[in-house]
Structure formats: structure tokens, C-alpha cells
């Protein structure tokens, strides 16, 4: 059975409680096979505190350039190269996404060029167009799409599970589009962001909830939360789409 790991929740400031949104999918024995998605606070901490340990990690999807999305990649690199890891650690991305993470890790340089042993990165870098495969191996399918970020490139995922046919989807950071709808067709359980208000390069919670019934998933998480009370707006997108849940902070659910 495969699990989706809710790492972090939260928008850039959120409640106390949440960091920036990063997820994880993994199953559930050894060796766990796990896929990590965005790096913008200490990815790994949140990954142990889910149970799945720093070695399990198979490779890195970085989704856009933002800050609470790559910043912590230096510090995953000195975790992994601490915890041992000898084999290369594949990152994928589109160009600005591995741009901005490549650069990060070379603004330390000056720290690590000495390092030992330190795991080669992998970088593999994807076309920002709609259905490119992502990830080459068992057991997930993951397919990137293009969404609607503004002026950032960015892109949604969908995420399958081979042995089950299970699918989780992703719509990462957008402004409300088809294809998150797309992307997300049929899905177990759609993570969408509810950071906006109407009109910017986010989503409201019922502009997901909207996201959510177009593409017939059975489930709906909202992250990348704002601070404050989210009752009235969950209210709202649950009269749109009913299996509506704001995501738990550090939250494993099998999909
Ligand atoms: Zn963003």
C-alpha cells in the first residue's frame, strides 16, 4: 500500500504549527521507496518524523524556484552525505527548479568542496510541458504538467503507484487550471493548495474543492495553508466537494 506523507502544510508563514509544504510518497516495508517533493524547510526531519528513514529516500522532485520550495536542499545534501549515503542522488526538475537548487548548493562550495564521499547529485531535468514523465523506475509513475504560478514556471504531479494503480495527485502551487483537473483525473486523494484569495497565482480552498470534483477524486487535502481559523472556507469547499479535509501537519494517509 502506498502512503502520502504531508511533511510540511503550511505556506511560506503559516500557523505555528505548519511549515512550508513539502510531501512525500512511500510504501510501507522496506525499503520504502521513497520520493521526496520540494525542499523548502528540513525535508529530512519531517521525513523521520513520518517514520521513513533519510536512506530510503530513492530520489528529489523539485516543483519551481520559490524559496519555500528548494532552500533547504544544501542542508539534504550534508544529511544524506552524513547518513552515509554512497549512491548518486537523482533530481528532478524543470530548468528554473534545478537552476535555483544548483545554485544553492553551490553558495556552499566553500564548505564542502573538501568533502569525502559526498553522493554524487543526478540532476535530471524535465520538459516544462503538458504529461512529461518524470520518474523512470518501479514502483511509481510520475508525470509532470505544467500549472498556473504567475510568472513562475511550475508543475503538478501525478503520482502512481504501479503494483496498486492507486494515484495521487498534486497540484503544487496555482492559480485555478484544467490542468490540475487533468492531471489529477481519477485520483485517491488530490493535495491541492488553498493558499489565495480569488484572482492571484494560488487557489481558494473552493477553487480546489472545484479541482477536486471536476477530476473525480476520491479525497481532497488542502496545504499550503495561510495563518488564521480556515472554518469558514472549509465549510465553503466542502458544500462544492464533500471528502474535504485540511491536511495534518505530519500526516501519513495511505492512498
Ligand atoms: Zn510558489
Known sequence: MPSVHLLGTGAAISDPHRTTTMIAVSEDEPPYRTLVVDCGGDVLQR?????RPIDSVDGLIVTHAHMDHTSGFPLLMEKVWLDGRNRALPVFGIEPALAQAGRLWEAFEPVHHDWEGIPPIDW???????DTPVWPDAPWTVIAT???HGDTPNVGLRIEHDPTGHV???SCDTAPTDNVVDLAQDCNILIHEANGVPGGNHSTAVEAAEAARDADANRLLLVHLPPGDKSAEIADARAV???TDPADELGTYPF
Open 168 to 170: 495521487l495527485g498534486y
Open 241 to 243: 466537494f464533500p471528502n
Open 124 to 130: 535530471r531535468e524535465i520538459e516544462h510541458a503538458p
Open 47 to 51: 521525513l523521520q518524523a513520518c517514520d
Open 146 to 148: 505544467p500549472v498556473n
